[in-house]
């Protein structure tokens, strides 16, 4: 298995506050990916990127922001939580974008109150 | 945009019978993955489709794609109680090879 590492693997945050998921990757996926889960609408990609410091909007982006300085790890911001952001977050990576699977983190669950 | 969609949503089925879950997008594709999550569990990779006409099989599990009728099928033989999981399709557009798109899942449940 790919060695993808999320942190934290849970977490409760007050509305308002910014919240910073981190997903680590030791492959040196050029790959990465964000997706939320919740029930009814499967996984939906919030951002992703294609290389260091090059990322680009998934279906779901408003109120996330992403960066990447390092090969390794892909940073998802909530700039101000809401109760609506409250979900399942997986990181994902993959090696090149043709023909490849993507691997997936273990998850993340994040509660806004 | 990219739209993907699974049928059925939730699909509750005896062991040893037989079943199809399919998975419909909307644009040109000639690729298409396969996952499996477990409850409360990551997701694992089952099968890569990649060309039209490709057909890829693991033990009870069959996948094969249809890139003209924008189809993917994954059937199920024979269930058993370990294949109850939730079943992921995902599809990435090939002019735009960097998104990958999720259907919304099928829930699978096996009983005795």
């Known amino acids: 298995d790919a060695g993808i590492t999320q942190s934290p693997r849970h977490k409760v945050t007050e509305t308002g506050t910014p919240v910073t998921l981190r997903c680590h990757q030791t492959e040196n996926h050029r790959y990465m990916y964000w997706y939320r889960q919740d029930p009814g609408h499967g996984l939906r990609l919030i951002h992703y990127s294609y290389g260091v410091k090059d990322t680009d909007k998934g279906e779901v982006s408003d109120g996330y922001s992403v960066s990447r300085s390092k090969t390794e790890d892909f940073l998802l911001t909530l700039e101000s939580a809401t109760s609506s952001q409250t979900s399942v977050y997986f990181c994902?990576?993959?090696?090149?974008?043709?023909?490849?699977?993507?691997?997936f983190g273990q998850g993340t669950r994040l509660t806004v109150v | 945009e990219l739209k993907v969609e699974q049928n059925p949503l939730f699909l509750s089925m005896q062991e040893g019978k037989n079943y199809t879950i399919y998975c419909n997008y909307s644009t040109t594709s000639d690729r298409l993955y396969w996952y499996r999550q477990d409850p409360g569990k990551s997701l694992e990779s089952l099968f890569v489709?990649?060309?039209?006409?490709a057909v890829k099989q693991e033990g009870r599990l069959m996948a094969s794609l249809d890139t003209k009728a924008r189809l993917s099928t994954l059937h199920i033989t024979a269930a058993v109680h370990d294949l109850s999981a939730t079943y992921f399709c995902?599809?990435?557009?090939?002019?735009?090879?960097?998104?990958?798109?999720f259907g919304t899942g099928t829930r699978l449940q096996v009983f005795p």
């Open positions: 994902a990576s993959r090696t090149t974008a043709m023909n490849t699977e993507a691997f």
């Open positions: 995902a599809v990435e557009r090939s002019r735009n090879t960097d998104k990958l798109i």
């Open positions: 489709l990649l060309s039209n006409g």
